[in-house]
């Protein structure tokens, strides 16, 4: 089987001051509802010429994109907490994900990076929702991809 289910994926906030390969102190973040996707993406380059009449492609500069994190808010939640103090701070943190995909080693498909807490929102909805939390991060480096060995 080459898949693997989205349940079961945690994320972790660390500290703003090792790299993220470096650090020791990761805090789970409590009721994720959705990761969202991220990754880099390159902006593309058009290059015309009136004697050709072709556009010819090239990648310009990259963006290692933006996570926007959907919660359940919990406020006694450490990781919560966490992306509290992070969002009123100039500073990058450091993230990780462990998706649920551990292989034979039990070490899971893990991707480590430092990003900026840009926004978090609060949504209260109707009566029939819980409130919840739109946590905008923005990559802030090159992500750190450690593959589960199966």
Same mark, same amino acid.
């Given at each position: 089987?080459?898949?693997?289910? *989205? &349940?079961?994926?945690?994320? %972790?906030?660390g ?5 993220? &390969? ?10 994720? /509802?959705?990761?969202?996707e991220? =990754? ?6 058009? /290059?015309? &010429?009136?004697?050709?009449?072709? /556009? ?21 939640? +450490?990781?919560? *907490? ?8 100039? *500073? $990058?943190?450091? %993230? ?7 292989? $034979?080693? =039990? ?5 480590? %990076?430092k +990003? ?24 802030? &480096? ?5 593959? +589960?060995?199966?």
């Open positions: 089987m080459g898949y693997h289910t *989205a &349940s079961g994926t945690k994320m %972790f906030i500290g703003k001051t090792a790299t993220p &390969s470096a650090e020791t102190t990761w805090t789970e973040i409590g009721e994720v /509802v959705d990761i969202g991220y =990754g880099r993406t390159y902006n593309k380059i058009e /290059v015309k &010429s009136l004697s050709t009449r072709g /556009v010819r492609k090239a990648k310009g500069s990259f963006d290692d994109g933006m996570i926007t994190l959907k919660l359940h808010a919990d406020d006694p939640d +450490a990781g919560q *907490a966490a992306l509290v103090t992070a969002l009123d701070d100039d *500073a $990058a943190y450091n %993230f990780k994900i462990e998706e649920n995909d551990e292989g $034979a080693t =039990g070490h899971p498909t893990t991707t480590k %990076f +990003a900026l807490v840009m926004k978090m929102p609060k949504a209260i909805g109707s009566g029939d929702n819980v409130v919840d939390y739109t946590v905008s991060i923005e990559i802030n &480096s090159g992500s750190i991809v450690v593959t +589960a060995a199966s």
